[in-house]
């Protein structure tokens, strides 16, 4: 049995998604005439009470482009030192925005209105303007962590009243969501940009969409296409993502259930010294002292467990739609016989 861990990324299309995406009426997108596209953009605009999407090929490019266009050259972005936009995009907050970056240390990824308030720049030349505050939901380095809206609400009131635009980076919104049990239309009213991954839990094999204001989205478009994002026959792609928004969102809990799992048997383990409260579908580990990282995901790959290394002594699982029931048992029965 081969059982992949490593991200939920890794998921492919199931005969079903693979038919509606050979059935989507599609067209040339970059020339605005593409349906699937639009009803993907719109479907999701309306769940989380936005005016506008726009589909782009990657999480990547969806965060970017809201940073640029939510900052000018010199401004200063707050976000939290795990941050994706900060940590695995490459620097391209620098390369496209020209602006710089302050790290806060929240909680697993999660900032405050006070930890937050405290960094923005008094105005005065010396300092580069604070105008744009990123929060990640679910926080992907944190474990999985995720905000409540209420947790999120004296942010959007600290923005709102120190002139701060927000922006939301849910690569995982949908498993926050499941998890907080919150609305997804109650986001709309927080953030002015959401990037939301249709290629992460929600199984499908491509795409992220910038949800925002009528305005922000006209502006987004042209930075999507100087980028080279501008896709043409993108509704084959868009298809899948409304089959997974149609399909794929309830079925979430199961690999929360499944990442909760692994939690449980790993606490057990002696050789591990700490899990990452699980609260999603993300579980990071940390070994002892005596075990490397990259030692114990090799042992795990040859009993066809595959994950990643997290650091030096931290692993990290992630559970998704291609890890079934018995995948989960047969890694925790596997886990129980190491030492
Ligand atoms: C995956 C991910 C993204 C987007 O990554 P892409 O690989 O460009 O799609 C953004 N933010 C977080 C937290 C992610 O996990």
Redesign the pocket.
């Known amino acids: 049995m081969i059982v992949d861990l490593r991200s939920d990324?890794v998921t492919r299309p199931g005969k079903e998604m693979l038919e509606a995406m050979i059935n989507a009426r599609v067209g040339d997108d970059v020339l605005d005439e593409d349906e699937t596209v639009h009803e993907l953009e719109r479907k999701l605009a309306l769940m989380f009470n936005m005016e506008a999407g726009l589909f782009c090929p990657?999480?990547?490019?969806t965060?970017q482009i809201a940073i640029k266009c939510f900052t000018q050259p010199m401004d200063e972005v707050i976000c939290d030192e795990t941050a994706?936009v900060y940590r695995y995009e490459g620097g391209g907050i620098a390369f496209n925005s020209a602006s710089s970056v302050r790290l806060l240390y929240g909680d697993r990824g999660r900032l405050t209105p006070e930890l937050i308030e405290a960094e923005i720049n008094p105005v005065d030349l010396h300092y580069p303007k604070s105008s744009l505050v990123v929060l990640?939901n679910t926080v992907?380095r944190g474990g999985g962590s995720c905000y409540t809206l209420e947790q999120i609400e004296p942010i959007y009131h600290l923005c709102r009243l120190k002139n701060l635009k927000l922006h939301l980076?849910g690569?995982?919104l949908f498993n926050a969501l499941i998890k907080t049990g919150d609305k997804a239309s109650g986001y709309g009213a927080m953030f002015d940009g959401i990037?939301i991954?249709l290629?992460?839990g929600l199984g499908a094999p491509v795409g992220?969409v910038l949800l925002a204001s009528e305005e922000t989205i006209a502006k987004a478009k042209r930075i999507r296409k100087v980028l080279g994002g501008g896709m043409r026959q993108a509704g084959f792609l868009a298809a899948a993502g409304i089959y997974a928004l149609d399909n794929h969102v309830n079925r979430m809990q199961n690999d929360h259930d499944h990442a909760a799992l692994l939690e449980t048997s790993l606490n057990s383990l002696p050789f591990i010294k700490k899990v990452l409260p699980v609260e999603t579908n993300i579980v990071i580990f940390e070994l002892d002292d005596r075990y490397d990282a990259s030692h114990f995901v090799e042992k795990l790959k040859d009993l066809g467990i595959k994950c990643n290394t997290f650091g030096k002594q931290k692993i990290r699982f992630v559970t998704h739609l291609d890890v079934s029931e018995d995948m989960v048992q047969y890694t925790l029965d596997q886990l129980k016989k190491l030492h």
């Open positions: 990324t990657s999480g990547t490019m965060n994706h990640e992907n980076d690569a995982r990037s991954c290629s992460k992220s």
